[in-house]
């Protein structure tokens, strides 16, 4: 197991079972619809079980990611959250649904966050998608100190800053068996990143990140949200976030309205998936000008 990382980056390492598999895990990705933002879930299968990352925003997508998992025939020992955003954990209620015994985790830190953010964020789904939005949510526990138990896959949970706001919340997946990162939303994949609420700071703390994650030398990258199915080119994708929030980060301090952050970004990324995500990123973002819009 690789050692613990800088504590600015808030590592911590998560092994299931007492030794890694003889064999290379079994990744795949579920692409969640247009209504939740092409977010991804990842299943991770070892020689028995199945570990499942991030559960998908809307009940539909959260119905059709429990059948993927009934699928592959393995128990699901553990659902694991990387950060508090909605569209990573309200489809926790259908897999709930399916496999009621399997125990959902988040780091200690993020499950704070959580904690405060749930039931605002429960809430505005429930105005704007009531047929896709749960009543309640199943419970989340803190990851515990001795890790998961059962798939026999060796883990690496690496915390630092993404795109949760100014907290550094966010939580990326390291498997040294299959060389393969799952960044969460560290990086986007063909997608507008989602940028509301990060500040100057937290956005090179982000870049910082980047370097950390990129260091890693995966071959794989299962980033958090992505425009298709398919392998990622890491080094472009890498390369991508770097220009995009550095772009952002410019444009921010120079404009004077979330009008003007948005046609200035759509015109450097038109071809991105999910509008929405900027418009909303620049809705909720406070620029040297301009403060976020009244909700």
């Excluded at 692409?31 to 977010?39: D, E, F, N, T």
């Excluded at 998961?148 to 390291?174: C, H, M, R």
Aim: charged residues 20%.
């Amino acid at each position: 197991m690789r050692q613990t990382l800088p504590a600015a980056l808030i590592a911590a390492s998560l092994v299931a079972g007492a030794a890694a598999a003889a064999r290379p895990p079994r990744i795949e990705t579920f692409i969640g619809g247009p209504k939740s933002y092409l977010v991804t879930s990842t299943l991770i299968s070892g020689p028995k079980g199945l570990t499942l990352i991030d559960a998908q925003l809307t009940m539909t997508d959260g119905r059709a990611l429990a059948r993927r998992v009934a699928a592959t025939g393995r128990p699901l020992d553990a659902i694991f959250i990387t950060h508090p955003d909605a569209d990573h954990y309200i489809g926790l209620a259908a897999l709930h649904e399916r496999f009621p015994a399997a125990p959902i985790y988040m780091t200690s830190e993020a499950l704070s966050e959580y904690h405060g953010a749930a039931a605002p964020q429960l809430e505005r789904r429930r105005r704007t998608m009531p047929d896709e939005t749960p009543d309640q949510l199943p419970q989340i526990a803190q990851l515990p100190p001795g890790g998961l138990t059962g798939s026999k896959i060796t883990f690496e949970i690496i915390q630092g800053q993404g795109d949760y706001g100014p907290q550094p919340v966010n939580s990326a997946i390291w498997i040294p068996a299959a060389a393969t990162l799952i960044s969460g939303d560290t990086t986007f994949d063909g997608v507008y990143p989602w940028l509301g609420k990060s500040t100057p700071l937290s956005r090179r703390r982000w870049l910082a990140f980047l370097d950390r994650l990129e260091a890693l030398r995966p071959v794989h990258l299962i980033s958090g949200h992505k425009n298709q199915a398919g392998e990622e080119n890491v080094g472009q994708v890498f390369s991508f976030m770097r220009r995009y929030i550095a772009d952002f980060d410019a444009l921010c301090a120079r404009v004077e309205s979330a009008d003007a952050l948005t046609s200035g970004m759509l015109a450097k990324y038109p071809n991105l998936k999910e509008p929405d995500l900027l418009r909303s990123s620049a809705s909720s973002v406070e620029c040297a000008h301009f403060k976020p819009k009244a909700k």
